[in-house]
T-cell receptor
Framework: SQQGEEDPQALSIQEGENATMNCSYKTSINNLQWYRQNSGRGLVHLILIRSNEREKHSGRLRVTLDTSKKSSSLLITASRAADTASYFCATVAGANSKLTFGKGITLSVRP | EAGVTQSPTHLIKTRGQQATLRCSPISGHTSVYWYQQALGLGLQFLLWYDEGEERNRGNFPPRFSGRQFPNYSSELNVNALELEDSALYLC????????????FGEGSRLTVL
């Protein structure tokens, strides 16, 4: 079963624009993570935010977490064509709990 | 440092056969996870091994099984293959048992004809 649900399912933007992707989840979490997948290959970890954190930055990435709304957002600033990929949010509900993924968002960045 | 390696890259089988997929984690990582990514279904959790023990199992039938060896490498076996088992099977490893960042391999694509 899916814990996280990303929104929108697909996003197309122009190079240089910002991309905002949202994730909602159903149960309390220990941490929330964002991953990126290029064209059916392995996933690459982008960022992890713990339940007691509200915002984290990593390069052009900014992640926020609102535990009261059970939601997170991933912002990619100044997007590049190379950012074209699928992005997944994933949650860990507690100790010894598995990492559960959403269905992903397809981001297309037009040059 | 070598990343997570999976073999084979591609595998073609027919219905009813058995498939074996292999995964070597990053050196020093004791936890190995298996996920199935079928078209349009996202990543579905299959199995989690740590220190040779099965820690958690996803909602898959018993014909999906696996094991972790003393060197922490892992094997996923799928018996009595069905057409809907066609998918990308992803293996990941992590440094600690508590689930933080996972490091993924490139996957094994299984096609069942």
């Amino acid at each position: 079963s899916q814990q996280g649900e990303e929104d929108p399912q697909a996003l197309s933007i122009q190079e240089g624009e910002n991309a905002t992707m949202n994730c909602s989840y159903k149960t309390s979490i220990n941490n929330l993570q964002w991953y990126r997948q290029n064209s059916g290959r392995g996933l690459v970890h982008l960022i992890l935010i713990r339940s007691n954190e509200r915002e984290k930055h990593s390069g052009r990435l900014r992640v926020t977490l609102d535990t009261s709304k059970k939601s997170s957002s991933l912002l990619i600033t100044a997007s590049r064509a190379a950012d074209t990929a699928s992005y997944f949010c994933a949650t860990v509900a507690g100790a010894n709990s598995k990492l559960t993924f959403g269905k992903g968002i397809t981001l297309s960045v037009r040059p | 440092e070598a990343g997570v390696t999976q073999s084979p890259t591609h595998l073609i089988k027919t219905r009813g056969q058995q498939a074996t997929l292999r995964c070597s984690p990053i050196s020093g990582h004791t936890s190995v996870y298996w996920y199935q990514q079928a078209l349009g279904l996202g990543l579905q959790f299959l199995l989690w091994y740590d220190e040779g023990e099965e820690r958690n199992r996803g909602n898959f039938p018993p014909r999906f099984s696996g094991r972790q060896f003393p060197n922490y490498s892992s094997e996923l076996n799928v018996n009595a293959l069905e057409l809907e088992d066609s998918a990308l099977y992803l293996c990941a490893s992590s440094l600690v048992q508590a689930v933080g960042e996972l490091f993924f391999g490139e996957g094994s694509r299984l096609t069942v004809l």
